[in-house]
């Protein structure tokens, strides 16, 4: 019985550790973090990126 209570309890750390990773890699995908340019637009312009503010 203890096993299997120590199977599932890392079975689910397993899984958080999963689920943070993701959230802090969809944070860092939506929400670009420690860039002091975050008001700044970058626009494509005839292939060249452009930074417009």
Excluded: C, H
Excluded at 6 to 29: D, E, R
């Amino acid at each position: 019985m203890e096993e299997l209570l120590g199977n599932i309890a890392i079975f689910l750390i397993l899984i958080l550790a999963m689920l943070f990773i993701a959230y802090v890699l969809y944070l860092s995908a939506v929400l670009p973090l420690g860039k002091p340019n975050d008001l700044e637009v970058t626009r494509m312009n005839d292939g060249q990126d452009e930074i417009v503010k």
